[in-house]
């Protein structure tokens, strides 16, 4: 089982839809996760951390189920400018590196 | 301020030649990661180093790579022979452990290498 699995996707939205991801780990003593966005041929970028009671930036939600192992981002009222490829990461159980899924595409059209 | 530095953004080589990528992390920052990412296999850890010295080298596919951090501001990962399915985009990114988190850890913009 690899160590982070995200839905396969491609997610493809129109303007103003709200549209979930889903992630799972496999390592029960995993600390810390986060969200990247990774645009075409760019580098990922940090989107938001995702914290255990569960946190909001904007028009973006992060939750995390730690007894089902499981991570979700939910974008609201999405935008063009949305269009990317969000991938689930976790940091590993030594603390010292991030460990990425393969990530989910979201296309968001007019 | 410069943020993770890669070089070459682009490499084209034919199979069995050596391949060097090159990074500067963040002034400042202790620890480097090297990453690989093709589209079957998503976005993989190779190896990092901390102060300097590799701590986890498990990712490095075979004896065909090698990375190095000589010094704090300077890193290499070789790949000698080079084979067609090691084309993949290899990310450098940098971090300062002194609480390593999601909102510390930058990717330089990639080297794209593509071997025939």
């Known amino acids: 089982r690899k160590e982070v699995e995200q839905d396969p996707g491609p997610f493809n939205v129109p303007e103003g839809a709200t549209v979930a991801f889903n992630c799972t780990y496999s390592n029960s003593a995993s600390q810390s996760f986060f969200w990247y966005r990774q645009d075409c041929r760019k580098e990922p970028k940090l989107l938001m951390s995702v914290y255990s009671s569960g946190n909001e930036d904007g028009r973006f939600t992060a939750q995390l189920n730690r007894a089902s192992q499981y991570i979700s981002l939910l974008i609201r009222d999405s935008k063009l400018s949305d269009s990317a490829t969000y991938l689930c990461?976790?940091?590993?159980?030594?603390?010292?590196?991030?460990?990425f899924g393969k990530g989910t595409t979201l296309s968001v059209s007019s | 301020d410069a943020g993770v530095i890669q070089s070459p953004r682009h490499e084209v080589t034919e199979m069995g030649q050596e391949v060097t990528l090159r990074c500067k992390p963040i002034s400042g920052h202790n620890s480097l990661f090297w990453y690989r990412q093709t589209m079957m296999r998503g976005l993989e850890l190779l190896i990092y180093?901390?102060?300097?010295?590799?701590?986890?080298d498990s990712g490095m596919p075979e004896d065909r790579f090698s990375a190095k951090m000589p010094n704090a501001s300077f890193s290499t990962l070789k790949i000698q022979p080079s084979e067609p399915r090691d084309s993949a985009v290899y990310f450098c990114a940098s971090s300062w452990t002194g609480g390593l988190s999601g909102n510390t850890i930058y990717f330089g913009e990639g080297s794209w290498l593509t071997v025939v």
């Open positions: 180093f901390n102060n300097n010295v590799p701590i986890d």
């Open positions: 990461v976790v940091l590993n159980q030594a603390g010292t590196a991030l460990i």
